[in-house]
């Protein structure tokens, strides 16, 4: 008894065709390399640093400056910085970085110019610092508070803080220029250890797919 199988070859060219066709065309599987990246990424962000907890902590005068906490997240406060990671691609390469951040470069590399535990002058590296726009400043507060009585639904009396702009600033012009900031540098931008196992894991994964499609060609 024999098993005779007929191939409808018409169907299995077209699909060999779009197989080859899927193969060419990389930008579905750079598109999954990207997407596993920037999720790499945010891991070593909410690690703080690869190897975990490798990024330097606030400094004291910055925790006290800023009324953070001992245990205050690095490089998270609104997620602009996390939410702008992202990746492009562009023939064979994808590229991933922060999209519209400026201060990016800066948290990345760090501008930090620090000797005997003081704050030198401004480190003034190439591609790290922040481009500041020419405009008007004061040392005073824009802004000053006025106390106003008011009276509760229970009739208690208490006052309200009223805001009114500040008439008597002293302004002053601010040229346009280049800001480099004394900050470490708290690499986020690095590929973690497990990420070429991951990066295989994705490729497999996509030519599984493309393989098992291709093995539902019909026959008869």
Known sequence: MRLIAQVDNREVVTELGN?????????????????AMVDSIHHTILDEGSPSGSWPGLALSTLKKKGYSSG??????????????????SGNTVTIGSLGIPYAA?????????????????????????????HRSSHDPKFLYDLRESVSDKGKAFKVPVRKLNDKRKM???????????????????????????LVLAANVY?????????KVTTS
């Open 106 to 134: 800066v948290q990345n590399y760090g501008s930090a110019d620090r000797s005997g535990g003081s704050i030198g002058a401004q480190a003034r590296i190439a591609e790290r610092g922040v481009s500041v726009k020419g």
């Open 19 to 35: 197989f080859q066709a899927s193969i060419r065309d990389k930008r579905a599987l750079l598109n999954k390399f990207g997407v």
């Open 72 to 89: 205050h997240k690095l490089l998270i406060m609104r997620g602009r910085l996390f939410g702008s990671i992202a990746f492009t691609t």
């Open 207 to 215: 030519f599984a797919g493309k393989l098992a499609a291709l093995g």
């Open 172 to 198: 002053f012009d601010v040229a346009a220029h280049e800001r480099f900031q004394n900050i470490p540098a708290r690499p986020f931008m690095v590929f973690r250890p497990e990420d070429l196992d991951r």
